[in-house]
């Protein structure tokens, strides 16, 4: 069964620092993956996915994730945080041709030091 | 551009009430829809997908039931509300089946049962 695992539940980094929150991925085949942002009570915005190719994706707002087969991963990094960027984020992995199962890792928590 | 809505924001109901939650997608036709639920500070939960109207396919059973009336509608009810069922649910909707579809997510809807 396909499964992501976010093992940091809070990253806390000062503004302007770069930033890495880690995901790894448990599964049989090719996956497709994706990254989320929830803002404070709102619902889930996507920020980037990974289709096999290139295993560096560019997202939205200055966000980029690498893919890794042999690491079973898909970390999520930006060079330089903003304070906007306070939000919780989520890995999620897909099944191809079985798309409509999306699968959520637990999340991360970002904060951001002034 | 496609736009997702959800009724109502908010709800706050009794133990043992009836539910319904809706969620209308203007701008795509023939999308596939999900019903989600996140309880507090928690991961995602997929409970039911729609890839057509009169077709709902569950995820998982909480005692909640979903129906496609129309093409562009999804709605979540249940005849009796239990304390487990607080929390947020978020309505999305994907282009297309496939791995490498992404899912847009709607504002949600915080339902509290007390």
């Known amino acids: 069964a396909q499964s992501v695992t976010q093992p940091d539940a809070r990253v806390t980094v000062s503004e302007g620092a770069s930033l890495q929150l880690r995901c790894k991925y448990s599964y049989f085949g090719t996956p497709y993956l994706f990254w989320y942002v929830q803002y404070p009570r709102q619902g889930l915005q996507l920020l980037l996915k990974?289709?096999?190719?290139?295993?560096v994706v560019q997202g939205v707002n200055g966000f980029e994730a690498e893919f890794s087969k042999s690491n079973s991963s898909f970390h999520l990094r930006k060079a330089s945080v903003h304070w906007s960027d306070w939000a919780v984020y989520f890995c999620?992995?897909?099944?191809?041709?079985?798309?409509?199962?999306?699968?959520f890792g637990t999340g991360t928590s970002l904060l951001v030091d002034p | 551009a496609q736009t997702i809505h959800q009724w109502p924001v908010a709800e706050i109901k009794a133990v043992g009430s009836p539910l319904s939650l809706g969620c209308t997608i203007k701008g795509k036709s023939s999308p596939n829809l999900y019903w989600y639920w996140q309880a507090t500070g928690g991961t995602l939960q997929q409970l039911f997908y729609?890839?057509?109207?009169?077709?709902v396919e569950s995820v998982v059973q909480l005692n909640l039931s979903a129906s496609r009336p129309k093409d562009d509608q999804f709605i979540l009810s249940t005849e009796k509300l239990l304390l487990s069922h607080s929390g947020f649910y978020l309505c999305a909707w994907s282009p297309r089946t496939g791995g490498d579809a992404e899912q847009f997510f709607g504002p949600g809807t915080r339902l509290t049962v007390l």
């Open positions: 729609s890839i057509t109207v009169g077709q």
């Open positions: 990974y289709y096999p190719g290139d295993p």
């Open positions: 999620a992995v897909s099944m191809f041709p079985m798309g409509y199962k999306l699968t």
